[in-house]
């Protein structure tokens, strides 16, 4: 293939109008038939890399404007870092395991997933997958987005899932994998365990009780006649799970009197608790420290067991009573103090939610429904000492979006402290953007718990793990791991349901504890977060395109809790090594009130209904114009308005184009020394430009690159140099040198703007790129970004046009002023009377044409030191006076002059107009003859 090859596509006049709902799928039909991201990996081969490790979305659902910003962010950076002259490739990849799909299998289907073979159900999710996966692609094509569309990577194909399983061997080998009862979050709903990166919070109404335990053994200390320990609770459910009751050593504890009877509690709290169950009338009898009442015991309410006082660092000041009731089978703190005090672990709630026959009277109820059923039982017994309600933030599980609970089950786990300490080091190491991701992650590894990694599903990569007949010890070993990785990589994970444990095994397995040779496999699945995360080996380690580790990582906010945290713990873990060496993170899309979007608001806004009705370079000029390290928001307004910045930056295009019409930059180039002041002067600001944008990308600030483009296109040019020059453009003689050395700034402009723009308007600097005269290459996207000329960079001169420029806007607005007089239509009717102070008329007096430069008909320049007319508008350094100038219109250039009409040949131009047009015929009628 000749990737060098000149643009085949006919040139014709560059449109005035977008259109790219229309055009932009011909633009992307146009890539693909070129193979363009082929052809650009192709130029960049052998040039230092840059890898951005694509986090993968779930295929689930059509994608959304989270999506879209995220997907355009990861494209403008590889854009540009290809440009810059890096090789970048970009691997898009998808997550394919886990319950939603599972759901959506279930609830589509119609399916009883207990009912239907493993492998079928397994087959109809992976169908599913399969579908959104190529429904996502194409939605992510239609913005514009470059990558190896037709070989991403994803999480359901045997590489992947054999290079899982060997992340989880290096992992199991080193000791970090293992098997405990401990409480995790559990959703009922789902049937299984969740990570930490699984809970999303939601509002939730719950019962808020005040709980009274009767004091069995005051130990000397606490009287034992009616005196009650007292609790709060917000899930009464738990209460017939309670073994203790936690205090703190330090804090100051009151018996407090209330009628007849005594209650324990923080001092603390006293008053809040008083308060709160409206009693006005109390006593503090006696106070403690939390550690002189170690001892005391309680007796549950209403079951026939003890409930001792322990002690827990979580137990706080911020709301309850200072007592914090303890069921080890339903919380982490819980179950830590169970081991620490010994107090053996209940959990009467079943995977469903249900409670079993180790709840008497509560067995059968659904934990949630028994919250009424408790709160009756400990009123009946006189240990309800308040209800009342609350509306708090209440973990849910992010597929079902059903409220969670702790349970205490068998599980297994990846020991975090047996490598938090490295993952700490290796965050220190990485580059972070914004600077407060390094805090955040370092936080949330510092007080990370154990990471729960199995799942009771079937859609998923299985737990290789096998279990002795026998004793029941469990057998993981190198070479059970090296046969379920190779025959994964052949026949996918399906096989782990298809074979016997006899046929999966290595011949001759033996367990490593008693010897036996019989074995049941598990039959968990690998928490989802374990799959992604073991992206960085299954994707940057076995392409030989990319490399290990990436050079970013970037996703949003909400990954420092899931795809950055597992990456990075597995990749420690197993090497001891970031997979990244930069983080980039970006906040969530809000609506144009910046409230969360949802359906139920209504305020949703679909990126596929933005590229319809506006096209994707709207969209990826909107992503470009944020500050994406915050919440960003989107709205039909806020669109309207990134859509009118589009057609600024478009005009300016179609101006530079339709100027070049006849220029070819070889032939009729000027040089830079041959050139007025003023062509030196925007070349010199060019390079200004070209020096913030790349610093901008560079930096990945991409609302730099927008204001600095946006500014230099609508303000710079159109309303500065295009403004003056426009009628050099249009009336001088087409070869005139003059005319020339503007159309060789205005190609200079075009080559950069165009080349600049080109990461974030995709399609538009492709559809310019086409009309660049000279250009020899099929694609913008097969050059480099422009770089400062340095020869080209004039710091005087930028001084001193940069002041000319602001007495040009002292002019322009004395214009202004006589515009709303009705002494004048547009500037060319008008004359003006300049009255300058020394400095003022040493910049103007140097100015050639100074009409032109102030696009009037007519200016007289005074000496320093004239009286200005009583008319004059006073400035800084200068006195204006604007008045009608005299003379009649020339119907070629526009400008009022007395020299109208004195050409008999040409009796309705000017003098400079007639004899362009004379001159022009001479040629003509030369070319002609010859």
């Known amino acids: ?174 000791g970090f994998i293992y098997r405990g009862k401990k409480s995790v979050y559990w959703s009922p709903s789902s049937e299984t365990a969740l990570a930490e990166a699984e809970i999303e919070y939601y509002d939730k109404r719950s019962p808020s009780l005040y709980v009274k335990f009767p004091v069995a053994d005051g130990n000397g200390v606490v009287p034992e006649a009616n005196a009650f320990v007292l609790i709060w609770t917000t899930t009464p459910w738990t209460i017939p799970a309670n073994l203790a009751v936690a205090l703190k050593e330090d804090f100051t504890y009151a018996l407090v009197k209330v009628g007849e009877e005594y209650l324990l509690l923080a001092e603390a709290l006293v008053d809040d608790v008083m308060k709160e169950a409206d009693i006005a009338s109390y006593d503090i009898v006696k106070t403690w420290k939390g550690s002189e009442l170690d001892g005391v015991v309680c007796r549950h309410p209403f079951y026939d067991r003890m409930s001792p006082l322990v002690f ?19 919380g982490e703190e819980d179950f830590e103090l169970g081991i620490k005090y010994d107090l053996g672990v209940l959990c009467p709630v079943d995977e469903r939610g249900v409670f079993t026959e180790e709840a008497p009277g509560f067995t059968g109820l659904f934990y949630d429904k028994a919250n009424k059923v408790v709160t009756e039982k400990l009123d009946e017994g006189g240990h309800l000492f308040k209800l009342s309600f609350i509306t708090h933030q209440y973990p849910h599980d992010w597929r079902s979006k059903q409220p969670v609970i702790y349970r205490a089950t068998e599980q297994w786990f990846a020991s975090i402290d047996g490598f ?238 339709g100027n070049l019409a006849d220029f070819d930059p070889k032939r009729d180039g000027v040089a830079h020394g041959e050139m007025e002041e003023l062509e030196r002067y925007v070349l010199s600001k060019l390079q200004q430009l070209v020096k913030r944008v790349n610093a901008a990308y560079d930096g990945y600030e991409f609302h730099a690159v927008y204001h600095h483009v946006h500014n230099f296109c609508a303000v710079f040019l159109s309303q500065f140099y295009f403004d003056i020059r426009k009628d050099r453009l249009y009336t001088e003689y087409s070869e005139a040198k003059s005319r020339r050395a503007t159309q060789t700034v205005l190609y200079e402009l075009l080559n950069a703007l165009v080349r600049l723009i080109a990461p974030i308007l995709a399609h538009t600097a492709d559809e310019v790129w086409r009309y660049v005269p000279g250009a020899d290459v099929v694609s913008v996207q097969l050059t480099d970004m422009p770089q400062p000329d340095e020869q080209l960079t004039d710091a005087a001169l930028e001084q001193k046009w940069d002041r000319l420029t602001a007495v040009r806007d002292d002019v322009l607005k004395a214009l202004e002023e006589a515009r709303k007089a009705k002494l004048i239509g547009n500037s060319l009717g008008a004359a003006v009377e300049l009255f300058p102070e020394v400095e003022t008329y040493e910049l103007l007096k140097g100015v050639d044409r100074l009409d032109q430069f102030l696009i009037v008909s007519a200016v007289t320049l005074h000496e320093p030191g004239a009286n200005p007319s009583a008319e004059a508008l006073a400035y800084d350094g200068l006195h204006v006076k604007v008045a009608q100038a005299e003379g009649e219109k020339c119907e070629r250039c526009w400008v009022i002059s007395p020299e109208v009409g004195k050409d008999d040949a040409y009796l309705d131009l000017c003098h400079r107009c007639a004899t362009t047009v004379r001159n022009h015929y001479a040629d003509v009628v030369a070319g002609e003859d010859a």
């Open 312 to 330: 827990g660092d979580h137990v706080t000041l911020d709301a309850g009573t200072g007592c914090v009731h303890t069921a080890p089978g339903h």
């Open 420 to 657: 938090r300490e490295e993952m700490l080091e290796q965050i220190k190491a990485v580059k972070w953007h914004p600077k407060w991701g390094e805090v955040r992650l370092h936080n949330m590894v510092a007080d990370r718990g154990d990471w729960c990694i199995s799942r009771q599903r079937v859609w998923g990569v299985p737990l290789p793990i096998f279990y002795c007949k026998k004793c029941g010890h469990e057998l993981i070993t190198d070479e059970t791991i090296d046969q379920i990785a190779n025959l994964f990589a052949a026949e996918g994970s399906d096989a782990w349901y298809d074979k016997t444990e006899a046929e999966l095994l290595p011949h001759g397995a033996t367990c490593t504890a008693c010897g036996h040779d019989e074995f049941r496999k598990e039959t968990d699945t690998m928490d989802v977060w374990f799959d992604s995360g073991s992206s960085h080996v299954a994707v940057l380690r076995q392409r030989e395109e990319l490399k290990w580790p990436a050079d970013m990582y970037l996703e949003g906010s909400d990954q420092y809790r899931g795809w950055f945290n597992s990456s990075l713990s597995t990749a420690v873990a197993a090497f001891g090594q970031a997979p990244y060496e930069q983080v980039l993170s970006h906040g969530f899309t809000l609506d144009g009130e910046g409230r969360k979007m949802s359906k139920s608001l209504g305020n949703t806004v679909a990126p596929q209904d933005i590229t319809k009705q506006l096209g994707a370079d709207i969209l990826r000029l909107w992503v470009s114009s944020v500050d994406y390290t915050a919440d960003v928001r989107i709205s039909d307004s806020i669109l309207k308005q990134i859509a009118e910045v589009y057609r600024k930056i478009r005009n300016t295009m179609r101006f530079l184009l």
């Open 1 to 174: 293939m000749d990737y060098g090859k000149t643009v085949n596509l006919p040139k014709t006049k560059f449109p005035m109008r977008g259109n790219l709902p229309n055009k932009e799928p011909e633009m992307q039909k146009w890539w693909d038939d070129i193979d363009i991201y082929a052809q650009v990996q192709a130029r960049q081969q052998g040039k230092p890399k840059f890898v951005l490790h694509d986090g993968p979305p779930y295929a689930n659902g059509d994608i959304h404007i989270g999506h879209a910003l995220n997907k355009i962010i990861k494209d403008m950076i590889v854009r540009f870092k290809t440009m810059q002259g890096y090789d970048a490739p970009y691997v898009p990849g998808w997550d394919t395991h886990g319950l939603p799909i599972e759901h959506a299998v279930v609830k589509k289907g119609k399916i009883d997933r207990k009912r239907v073979p493993v492998n079928e159900f397994r087959a109809k999710c992976a169908e599913y997958a399969q579908k959104y996966i190529d429904k996502q692609r194409e939605q992510f094509k239609r913005l514009g987005v470059r990558g190896d569309w037709k070989n991403p990577y994803i999480t359901l194909k045997p590489a992947f899932e054999a290079a899982q399983i060997r992340v989880f061997g290096d992992m199991a080998k080193k």
